[in-house]
């Protein structure tokens, strides 16, 4: 059964850096890995993607420049590397890994349980 387990979340201040860490497991195959964020009473939107096998990333505007989304797929790990954060990065972020479980037929989307980030002064 896929299972997931996030960590790195917390709080800093403005300016400071994170790394953000989540360790799937269950999958057969992964096809990608991204991180995505809510902040209260927003949506949830995406932060960032990576893809498993060509490692191509992309990036939302307002984290270019500052975020990095790397994998390590012996691990079956995707991280978050974020920099000169602002109070605005202020949110739960979540990952959403696609892939495929044994016995499935076709690739299905999971989501972790969340690690807070909270940047203020």
């Known amino acids: 059964q896929v299972q997931f387990v996030e960590s790195g979340g917390g709080l800093v201040q403005p300016g400071g850096s994170l790394r953000l860490s989540c360790a799937a497991s269950?999958?057969?195959?992964?096809?990608?890995m991204s991180w995505h964020r809510q902040a209260p009473g927003k949506e949830r939107e995406l932060v960032a993607t990576?893809?498993?096998?060509?490692?191509?990333?992309n990036y939302t505007d307002s984290v270019k420049g500052r975020f990095t989304i790397s994998r390590d797929n012996t691990k079956d790990t995707v991280y978050l590397q974020m920099n000169s954060l602002k109070p605005d990065d202020t949110a739960v972020y979540y990952c959403?890994?696609?892939?495929?479980?044994?016995?499935?037929?076709?690739?299905?989307?999971?989501w972790g349980q969340g690690t807070q980030v909270t940047v203020s002064s």
């Open positions: 959403k890994v696609g892939g495929f479980v044994s016995g499935g037929q076709f690739p299905r989307i999971y």
């Open positions: 269950g999958f057969t195959i992964i096809t990608f």
């Open positions: 990576i893809a498993s096998a060509t490692g191509s990333t």
